[in-house]
Protein backbone atom coordinates (compact mmCIF):
# COMPACT_ATOMS: atom_id res chain seq x y z
CA UNK A 1 0.00 0.00 0.00
CA UNK A 2 1.12 3.57 -0.98
CA UNK A 3 2.01 6.13 1.18
CA UNK A 4 -0.77 8.65 1.70
CA UNK A 5 -1.51 11.91 3.73
CA UNK A 6 -3.98 11.01 6.74
CA UNK A 7 -5.99 13.92 4.83
CA UNK A 8 -5.94 11.17 1.85
CA UNK A 9 -7.00 7.95 4.04
CA UNK A 10 -10.42 6.87 3.18
CA UNK A 11 -12.71 6.37 5.96
CA UNK A 12 -13.60 3.21 7.36
CA UNK A 13 -16.43 4.36 9.82
CA UNK A 14 -17.75 7.14 11.97
CA UNK A 15 -18.41 8.26 15.65
CA UNK A 16 -21.54 9.59 16.50
CA UNK A 17 -21.40 12.72 19.09
CA UNK A 18 -24.34 14.77 19.94
CA UNK A 19 -25.38 13.42 16.27
CA UNK A 20 -22.49 15.13 14.09
CA UNK A 21 -19.99 12.09 12.60
CA UNK A 22 -16.12 11.72 13.23
CA UNK A 23 -14.76 9.54 10.73
CA UNK A 24 -12.09 7.02 11.89
CA UNK A 25 -9.77 6.43 8.87
CA UNK A 26 -6.80 3.72 8.86
CA UNK A 27 -2.97 5.14 8.25
CA UNK A 28 -1.84 2.05 8.59
CA UNK A 29 1.06 0.58 6.31
CA UNK A 30 -0.28 -3.14 6.45
CA UNK A 31 -2.68 -4.31 4.63
CA UNK A 32 -5.29 -5.04 7.19
CA UNK A 33 -7.18 -1.93 8.47
CA UNK A 34 -7.47 -1.66 11.90
CA UNK A 35 -9.62 1.53 13.64
CA UNK A 36 -6.71 3.76 15.88
CA UNK A 37 -8.78 5.19 18.55
CA UNK A 38 -6.26 6.11 20.87
CA UNK A 39 -6.99 9.75 22.61
CA UNK A 40 -9.93 9.11 20.76
CA UNK A 41 -12.17 10.95 24.37
CA UNK A 42 -9.96 14.37 24.33
CA UNK A 43 -9.85 14.75 20.14
CA UNK A 44 -14.00 14.61 20.48
CA UNK A 45 -14.06 17.69 23.69
CA UNK A 46 -11.22 19.37 21.78
CA UNK A 47 -13.60 19.77 18.66
CA UNK A 48 -16.95 20.45 20.54
CA UNK A 49 -18.28 22.77 23.13
CA UNK A 50 -20.89 22.43 25.58
CA UNK A 51 -23.13 24.07 22.71
CA UNK A 52 -22.84 20.71 21.05
CA UNK A 53 -23.40 17.96 23.71
CA UNK A 54 -26.77 17.04 24.87
CA UNK A 55 -27.97 17.83 28.25
CA UNK A 56 -28.17 14.79 30.93
CA UNK A 57 -28.67 14.91 34.58
CA UNK A 58 -26.60 17.31 34.99
CA UNK A 59 -28.45 20.74 34.00
CA UNK A 60 -26.90 23.51 32.70
CA UNK A 61 -26.76 27.08 34.36
CA UNK A 62 -29.36 29.19 33.15
CA UNK A 63 -31.22 32.50 34.26
CA UNK A 64 -34.49 30.86 34.40
CA UNK A 65 -33.54 28.30 36.48
CA UNK A 66 -31.90 30.02 39.32
CA UNK A 67 -34.69 32.68 39.22
CA UNK A 68 -37.18 29.46 39.53
CA UNK A 69 -35.52 28.32 42.58
CA UNK A 70 -35.03 31.22 44.04
CA UNK A 71 -38.45 31.85 43.69
CA UNK A 72 -39.73 28.42 45.01
CA UNK A 73 -37.59 29.16 47.95
CA UNK A 74 -38.31 32.71 49.29
CA UNK A 75 -40.97 32.73 51.86
CA UNK A 76 -42.01 35.83 53.72
CA UNK A 77 -42.19 36.27 56.99
CA UNK A 78 -45.07 38.23 58.89
CA UNK A 79 -43.25 41.61 58.07
CA UNK A 80 -41.87 41.30 54.91
CA UNK A 81 -43.38 41.27 51.28
CA UNK A 82 -41.85 39.24 48.43
CA UNK A 83 -42.59 40.53 44.83
CA UNK A 84 -41.82 38.58 42.07
CA UNK A 85 -41.44 39.72 38.49
CA UNK A 86 -41.16 36.86 36.13
CA UNK A 87 -40.57 39.46 32.69
CA UNK A 88 -37.88 40.67 34.34
CA UNK A 89 -37.10 37.72 36.49
CA UNK A 90 -36.53 39.89 39.27
CA UNK A 91 -37.44 39.63 42.94
CA UNK A 92 -38.17 42.77 45.26
CA UNK A 93 -38.23 41.90 49.16
CA UNK A 94 -39.33 44.92 51.19
CA UNK A 95 -40.54 45.21 55.04
CA UNK A 96 -44.03 45.81 56.15
CA UNK A 97 -46.74 45.12 58.56
CA UNK A 98 -46.05 46.84 62.41
CA UNK A 99 -42.39 48.13 61.99
CA UNK A 100 -41.98 50.91 59.47
CA UNK A 101 -39.43 52.87 61.53
CA UNK A 102 -37.78 53.18 64.79
CA UNK A 103 -38.02 56.36 66.61
CA UNK A 104 -39.26 58.28 63.54
CA UNK A 105 -35.81 56.67 61.96
CA UNK A 106 -35.82 53.91 58.86
CA UNK A 107 -33.26 52.35 56.60
CA UNK A 108 -30.31 50.61 58.62
CA UNK A 109 -31.73 52.12 62.09
CA UNK A 110 -28.51 52.33 65.47
CA UNK A 111 -30.15 53.31 68.38
CA UNK A 112 -28.70 54.23 71.65
CA UNK A 113 -30.25 54.58 74.69
CA UNK A 114 -30.97 58.20 73.84
CA UNK A 115 -33.67 57.25 71.79
CA UNK A 116 -35.27 54.95 73.63
CA UNK A 117 -37.54 56.15 76.10
CA UNK A 118 -37.33 55.16 80.24
CA UNK A 119 -39.41 52.34 81.38
CA UNK A 120 -39.63 50.18 84.26
CA UNK A 121 -35.44 49.57 83.96
CA UNK A 122 -34.50 53.31 85.43
CA UNK A 123 -31.43 54.92 83.50
CA UNK A 124 -28.70 55.69 85.66
CA UNK A 125 -27.97 59.19 86.71
CA UNK A 126 -26.35 60.84 90.08
CA UNK A 127 -29.03 62.40 91.48
CA UNK A 128 -30.61 58.95 91.76
CA UNK A 129 -27.54 57.56 93.03
CA UNK A 130 -27.48 60.25 95.83
CA UNK A 131 -31.15 59.29 96.89
CA UNK A 132 -30.52 55.86 97.19
CA UNK A 133 -32.02 54.97 100.33
CA UNK A 134 -29.47 52.37 102.22
CA UNK A 135 -31.67 49.82 103.57
CA UNK A 136 -29.94 46.70 104.81
CA UNK A 137 -26.98 49.05 105.96
CA UNK A 138 -25.50 47.30 108.87
CA UNK A 139 -23.13 49.54 111.83
CA UNK A 140 -21.91 47.03 113.55
CA UNK A 141 -18.60 46.39 111.77
CA UNK A 142 -15.62 48.81 113.05
CA UNK A 143 -13.22 48.05 109.81
CA UNK A 144 -11.16 49.15 107.36
CA UNK A 145 -12.66 49.46 104.07
CA UNK A 146 -11.25 46.73 101.53
CA UNK A 147 -12.13 46.39 97.65
CA UNK A 148 -13.98 44.05 97.36
CA UNK A 149 -16.82 45.52 99.51
CA UNK A 150 -20.09 46.73 98.36
CA UNK A 151 -20.56 50.59 98.81
CA UNK A 152 -23.53 49.58 101.53
CA UNK A 153 -20.79 47.47 103.17
CA UNK A 154 -18.07 50.16 102.66
CA UNK A 155 -20.69 53.14 104.23
CA UNK A 156 -21.37 50.61 107.31
CA UNK A 157 -17.55 50.21 108.02
CA UNK A 158 -17.22 53.76 107.62
CA UNK A 159 -20.14 55.13 109.70
CA UNK A 160 -18.77 52.44 112.87
CA UNK A 161 -15.80 53.62 112.67
CA UNK A 162 -17.10 57.05 112.98
CA UNK A 163 -19.46 56.05 115.89
CA UNK A 164 -16.61 54.80 117.52
CA UNK A 165 -13.86 57.49 117.52
CA UNK A 166 -16.65 59.76 118.34
CA UNK A 167 -17.11 57.86 121.46
CA UNK A 168 -13.73 57.73 122.21
CA UNK A 169 -13.45 61.79 121.55
CA UNK A 170 -16.46 62.97 123.40
CA UNK A 171 -14.90 60.58 126.23
CA UNK A 172 -11.73 62.34 126.56
CA UNK A 173 -12.82 65.94 125.84
CA UNK A 174 -14.95 65.82 128.77
CA UNK A 175 -12.32 64.28 131.09
CA UNK A 176 -11.46 67.95 133.58
CA UNK A 177 -9.00 65.60 135.02
CA UNK A 178 -5.71 66.69 132.68
CA UNK A 179 -5.73 63.18 131.48
CA UNK A 180 -2.72 64.42 129.24
CA UNK A 181 -1.01 65.92 132.91
CA UNK A 182 -0.17 69.23 131.15
CA UNK A 183 1.22 72.04 133.20
CA UNK A 184 0.57 75.55 133.18
CA UNK A 185 4.58 75.85 132.33
CA UNK A 186 3.80 74.13 128.98
CA UNK A 187 0.75 76.29 128.34
CA UNK A 188 3.19 79.33 129.34
CA UNK A 189 1.48 80.41 132.91
CA UNK A 190 4.02 79.35 134.49
CA UNK A 191 4.32 82.86 136.52
CA UNK A 192 0.71 82.72 137.49
CA UNK A 193 -0.39 81.78 140.83
CA UNK A 194 -2.43 79.01 141.78
CA UNK A 195 -5.86 81.20 143.18
CA UNK A 196 -8.96 80.58 142.60
CA UNK A 197 -10.32 84.29 141.60
CA UNK A 198 -13.59 83.54 141.18
CA UNK A 199 -13.54 83.59 145.34
CA UNK A 200 -12.89 87.54 145.82
CA UNK A 201 -11.77 86.03 149.62
CA UNK A 202 -8.46 84.13 148.14
CA UNK A 203 -7.73 88.02 146.22
CA UNK A 204 -5.53 89.53 149.22
CA UNK A 205 -4.16 92.73 146.81
CA UNK A 206 -5.01 94.22 143.33
CA UNK A 207 -8.54 95.13 141.96
CA UNK A 208 -11.33 93.22 141.53
CA UNK A 209 -13.39 93.37 138.17
CA UNK A 210 -17.07 95.19 138.69
CA UNK A 211 -18.62 91.90 136.94
CA UNK A 212 -17.36 90.19 139.98
CA UNK A 213 -19.01 92.04 143.11
CA UNK A 214 -22.33 91.42 144.26
CA UNK A 215 -25.97 93.61 142.67
CA UNK A 216 -25.68 94.70 146.95
CA UNK A 217 -22.13 96.23 146.84
CA UNK A 218 -21.54 99.77 144.95
CA UNK A 219 -17.78 99.28 143.03
CA UNK A 220 -16.44 101.99 146.58
CA UNK A 221 -17.33 98.59 148.60
CA UNK A 222 -20.46 100.28 150.24
CA UNK A 223 -23.70 97.83 150.93
CA UNK A 224 -27.45 99.25 150.92
CA UNK A 225 -30.01 99.93 153.27
CA UNK A 226 -27.70 98.59 156.35
CA UNK A 227 -26.47 100.62 159.31
CA UNK A 228 -23.82 103.06 158.22
CA UNK A 229 -24.13 102.48 154.51
CA UNK A 230 -26.08 103.85 151.62
CA UNK A 231 -30.28 103.59 151.19
CA UNK A 232 -31.18 102.37 147.78
CA UNK A 233 -34.78 103.37 146.29
CA UNK A 234 -36.87 100.70 145.82
CA UNK A 235 -38.34 99.69 142.39
CA UNK A 236 -41.35 102.38 142.40
CA UNK A 237 -38.31 105.18 143.35
CA UNK A 238 -39.40 105.25 146.80
CA UNK A 239 -37.77 105.20 149.61
CA UNK A 240 -38.01 102.04 151.68
CA UNK A 241 -39.15 102.10 155.33
CA UNK A 242 -36.77 103.36 157.54
CA UNK A 243 -36.42 103.79 161.27
CA UNK A 244 -36.93 107.76 162.19
CA UNK A 245 -36.57 108.26 165.54
CA UNK A 246 -32.95 110.27 165.03
CA UNK A 247 -34.56 112.78 162.84
CA UNK A 248 -35.79 115.73 165.49
CA UNK A 249 -35.95 119.37 165.20
CA UNK A 250 -37.41 119.24 161.76
CA UNK A 251 -38.57 122.50 160.86
CA UNK A 252 -42.29 122.25 159.05
CA UNK A 253 -43.08 125.00 156.55
CA UNK A 254 -46.91 127.05 157.71
CA UNK A 255 -49.28 125.67 156.27
CA UNK A 256 -51.38 127.39 153.04
CA UNK A 257 -54.82 126.12 154.08
CA UNK A 258 -56.47 123.04 155.77
CA UNK A 259 -55.12 120.62 158.37
CA UNK A 260 -51.38 119.14 159.17
CA UNK A 261 -51.97 115.42 160.02
CA UNK A 262 -48.46 114.00 161.89
CA UNK A 263 -48.51 110.38 162.05
CA UNK A 264 -46.16 108.35 164.35
CA UNK A 265 -45.56 105.51 165.59
CA UNK A 266 -45.77 104.70 169.12
Sequence with gaps: ????????????????VNQDSIPIVDYSENVTKRTNLANIGQRVLEANTTTNLAEGTNLYFTNTRVYTKVKA?????????????????????????NVQSVNTKTGAVVLTT?????????????????????????????????ATD???????????????????LTSHTSNTNNPHATTKAQVGLGNVADVDTT???NIT?????????SSAVTTQGNTFNTAN??????ASAKLPA??????????????TGGDLYLFYNY
Design 1 to 16: MANKKISQLDPIGTID
Design 73 to 97: SLLAGSNTSITFDDALQTITIASQG
Design 114 to 146: TDISEGTNQYFTESRVRAVILTGISLVTNAVIS
Design 150 to 168: SVLIAFGKLQAQITANLST
Design 199 to 201: NAS
Design 205 to 213: SGTLGDARL
Design 229 to 234: KLVQLD
Design 242 to 255: VDGSNLTNLNIPPS
